[in-house]
T-cell receptor, first 114, second 116 residues
Framework: GEDVEQSLFLSVREGDSSVINCTYTDSSSTYLYWYKQEPGAGLQLLTYIFSNMDMKQDQRLTVLLNKKDKHLSLRIADTQTGDSAIYFCAERSLLTGGGNKLTFGTGTQLKVEL | DTEVTQTPKHLVMGMTNKKSLKCEQHMGHRAMYWYKQKAKKPPELMFVYSYEKLSINESVPSRFSPECPNSSLLNLHLHALQPEDSALYLC???????????????FGPGTRLTVT
């Protein structure tokens, strides 16, 4: 099947904004998620957006959704060194037997420089 | 509290050993998941349990055997693994879709497994 695509690497200066992009595959996905993974750690849920929304803001995070183009983005305002991590987008599909399946993007390594 | 705990943090095992990974959550979630993650790659779904019943097995080799003894616990039994099975094994939990909502998955810190 098709992959959920993300650019591999992003480097920004501390204090600037970061924008991480994602192109997903399933136009019927009702929820889309952003996760953060620091080295050697599990995945931390950052935020999610429902498909009937164009935008969601949560403190320094802004999610934009373009359903027509199946494009999702995560903007981090005032990026800090602690934001350095790998960021994964994910689309969700429900399982008829219960639970749900997340299909993750390829991941974007964000590096924040002083 | 959105905590999922996993033990052990690190595990080194030989190809003839039998070991188990454990996962626990107390969020009242009725869906639990096992993922495998190789370095610099996204997590890959292995198993899904819903209400303690196996919902999906993503064609995982039989040397991995999941078990869900109750709604809070999820185990992954390992036997006769291969070196290529070395990876980070992540557990997650969520509400089940029957309860409505975003069903966001919360992940544990993972078990770093090395097969020698």
């Amino acid at each position: 099947g098709e992959d959920v695509e993300q650019s591999l690497f992003l480097s920004v200066r501390e204090g600037d904004s970061s924008v991480i992009n994602c192109t997903y595959t399933d136009s019927s996905s009702t929820y889309l998620y952003w996760y953060k993974q620091e080295p050697g750690a599990g995945l931390q849920l950052l935020t999610y957006i429902f498909s009937n929304m164009d935008m969601k803001q949560d403190q320094r995070l802004t999610v934009l959704l373009n359903k027509k183009d199946k494009h999702l983005s995560l903007r981090i305002a005032d990026t800090q060194t602690g934001d350095s991590a790998i960021y994964f987008c994910a689309e969700r599909s429900l399982l008829t037997g219960g639970g749900n399946k997340l299909t993750f993007g390829t991941g974007t390594q964000l590096k924040v420089e002083l | 509290d959105t905590e999922v705990t996993q033990t052990p943090k690190h595990l080194v095992m030989g190809m003839t050993n039998k070991k188990s990974l454990k996962c626990e959550q107390h969020m009242g979630h009725r869906a639990m998941y096992w993922y495998k993650q190789k370095a610099k790659k996204p997590p890959e779904l292995m198993f899904v349990y819903s209400y303690e019943k196996l919902s999906i097995n993503e064609s995982v080799p039989s040397r991995f055997s999941p078990e869900c003894p109750n709604s809070s616990l999820l185990n992954l039994h390992l036997h006769a693994l291969q070196p290529e099975d070395s990876a980070l094994y992540l557990c997650a939990s969520s509400q089940d879709w029957t309860s409505g909502g975003a069903y966001e998955q919360y992940f544990g810190p993972g078990t770093r497994l090395t097969v020698t």
